[in-house]
């Protein structure tokens, strides 16, 4: 019974003396960047415009009317928004009613775009990528965060890659304790 104790004892001082050892982060010291699309998400409202409740029977461009409604209708709600244009009526639409509409809310919007709040997001942040500095990514192993609160759409993660790929040594998607390889850079 004794030898059975002194292996127990054994056993617990080896599982103490294993524990005092330092955890060590491996995932905090490799060289491994995480890239986070939502951290690049800019704050501010998404609002969608109908364009056809400026038009004549919402399908009908009359161009002095539709200059006068618009002339007269308070844009200054929509101040620091985004705004996607979109028109809910069958209507012809010829470019310079969109692009006439766009100079009313350029004055107080952050960005607007003929089309859905999907297409909104596409733009916003194919903008934010077209500038993103790359240095801190350059020759480095990446992964590209999955999961995210905001919903980014998939055409974003793409554009991402588009971005990056040139510049990277490999990138990966998901989080750094599951991650799938997506890329790696040739040698040579």
């Known amino acids: 019974m004794d030898q059975r104790l002194n292996e127990r004892r054994g056993k617990i001082r080896t599982w103490?003396?294993?524990?005092?050892?330092?955890?060590?982060?491996?995932?905090?010291?490799?060289?491994?960047?995480?890239?986070?699309?939502?951290?690049y998400y800019p704050e501010?409202?998404?609002?969608?415009?109908?364009?056809?409740?400026?038009?004549?029977k919402g399908i009908v461009v009359k161009e002095k009317e539709y200059r006068s409604s618009l002339n007269s209708y308070d844009f200054s709600k929509f101040k620091d928004t985004y705004v996607a244009i979109h028109c809910s009526t069958n209507a012809i639409l010829p470019s310079w009613s969109i692009m006439l509409l766009s100079t009313?809310?350029?004055?107080?919007?952050?960005?607007?775009?003929?089309?859905?709040?999907?297409?909104?997001e596409q733009s916003i942040y194919a903008d934010i990528l077209h500038n993103l500095d790359i240095t801190p990514f350059k020759?480095?192993?990446l992964i590209i965060k999955g999961c995210s609160k905001k919903n980014i759409p998939e055409t974003v993660f793409l554009l991402a890659i588009?971005?990056?790929?040139?510049?990277?040594?490999?990138?990966?998607y998901g989080e750094a304790c599951s991650s799938v390889p997506l890329f790696k850079k040739k040698n040579g």
């Not at 971005?163 to 990966?172: A, C, R, T």
Request: charged share 30%; proline share 4%; with cysteine.
């Open 104 to 120: 009313y809310l350029n004055q107080y919007v952050k960005k607007c775009v003929f089309g859905s709040i999907l297409e909104l």
């Open 162 to 172: 588009e971005k990056l790929q040139p510049h990277v040594k490999s990138i990966f």
């Open 44 to 56: 501010g409202e998404r609002l969608k415009i109908d364009i056809s409740q400026w038009l004549y």
């Open 139 to 141: 020759n480095r192993p």
């Open 16 to 39: 103490f003396f294993i524990m005092e050892k330092e955890i060590i982060n491996k995932v905090a010291k490799s060289p491994i960047v995480t890239f986070d699309l939502e951290e």
